[in-house]
């Protein structure tokens, strides 16, 4: 038995919880690119502006067309704030589960089987308690799917967004599935879903009894498998503990305090080379970079980022690092100490599974 657990609109609802004036009216949570006041896209958008067709991703432009003559409030993305609340959301979870899964900034799987034997309704409960504490705690909702596994588990945290709670049993799996287009599975983006059209399918049970060897020919033998086990619900994936490993870091004293990004990066060339042979060796790749900057009076700055997919690689640890520091460094004096931490880490098997298809 697998569950899921997904923050709500998570960026534009942490800016409301810092700032509740905002809940009553669209907020969208921006990646402005600089040139002018409208150039960049959305990050995310609270429920009030996908009302209005707002969606992740959108160019602000367009959505400020959308939103014309609203009151709505365009808000830049701050990654290190969101990381927090990440963080602290993820530490109640692992308090209540036996093995927690992140795989993302906002969500995680999760495995409860042994504390509730097994049973749904125990299952229910606790995931009950879990959204509780977590709105109790961090004023946040978040929506849960339980499943016999982590396909369904997925799909089912889907079902009922925001501040759902969907269970399908093992005997509802099939009854559950039936009416959903194929595109609400798991990793079947746009581009997929196209390719599928093209070849008659558009629901999951047309998916589900589609040819393997078609599906072989069009989408190639590794995501034909894992969408024929998908469509049928009979996914065996196991939720990982990502609990030993969750971050990497390290922070060091620099020679002499410096506002330079030059100076910095060059003392924290031999850290970032170390982190990058610990992740290697842990066959781990990150998906969250933030450089750390101790101040002068001990202050600590943070900046993060997000990367679109999970990566080990050296080049972009020391592309991203700079480009974290610079932006740091632009908001604050001298520092003291410098660090870099990478989260969201996942394991490279996982690559080759479910967690590939998506994003
Ligand atoms: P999602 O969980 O996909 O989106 P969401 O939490 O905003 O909304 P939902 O209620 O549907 O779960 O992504 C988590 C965060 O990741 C999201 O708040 C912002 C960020 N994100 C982007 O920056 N760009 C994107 O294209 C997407 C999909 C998410
Ligand atoms: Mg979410």
């Given at each position: 038995m697998s569950r899921i657990i997904g923050l709500d609109y998570f960026y534009a609802q942490v800016e409301e919880v810092e700032?509740?004036?905002?809940?009553?009216r669209p907020v969208l949570v921006c990646v402005f690119s600089?040139?002018?006041?409208?150039s960049g896209v959305i990050s995310t958008s609270n429920y009030k502006a996908r009302e209005y067709g707002v969606k992740s991703g959108m160019p602000i432009a367009l959505a400020k067309r959308r939103l014309e003559g609203v009151q709505a409030s365009f808000i830049k993305i701050d990654h290190s704030k969101y990381e927090t609340y990440s963080q602290r959301v993820m530490e109640i979870l692992r308090s209540e589960v036996d093995t927690l899964e992140q795989t993302g900034i906002d969500e995680a799987f999760f495995d409860i089987t042994k504390r509730t034997e097994g049973d749904y309704r125990a299952a229910s409960s606790t995931a009950l308690e879990i959204k509780a504490r977590i709105l109790d705690q961090e004023k946040l909702t978040c929506s849960i799917g339980i499943g016999p596994n982590k396909v369904v588990a997925k799909m089912a945290s889907d079902?009922?967004?925001?501040?759902g709670l969907t269970v399908v049993r093992d005997r509802e799996v099939s009854a559950f599935l039936?009416?959903?287009?194929?595109?609400?599975?798991?990793?079947?983006g746009p581009k997929t879903a196209k390719l599928l059209q093209t070849r008659g399918i558009t629901t999951i049970p047309e998916l589900a009894h589609a040819p393997t060897e078609m599906l072989e020919d069009i989408l190639g033998k590794k995501f034909a498998v894992y969408l024929h086990n998908a469509s049928n619900g009979t996914d065996d994936e196991p939720v990982l503990d990502s609990g030993e490993v969750t971050q990497l870091s390290r922070i060091i004293t620099l020679k002499h305090d410096t506002h330079d990004v030059d100076e910095v990066l060059t003392e924290l060339l031999p850290a970032l080379r170390d982190l990058h042979e610990r992740l290697v060796s842990r066959n781990l790749f990150f998906r969250n970079l933030s450089a750390m900057g101790i101040g002068k009076n001990l202050s600590l700055h943070t900046k993060s980022r997000t990367l679109e997919t999970p990566t080990n690689e050296y080049s972009v640890i020391e592309k991203e690092t700079k480009g974290l520091f610079a932006a740091l460094l632009a908001e604050v004096g001298d520092l003291r100490r410098a660090g870099v931490r990478m989260s969201a880490l996942q394991d490279m098997v996982d690559q080759h599974s479910l967690t590939e298809f998506t994003r």
């Open positions: 700032n509740p004036s905002l809940k009553d600089g040139r002018t006041d409208e079902f009922k967004k925001p501040d039936s009416p959903l287009p194929a595109d609400r599975i798991y990793g079947v």
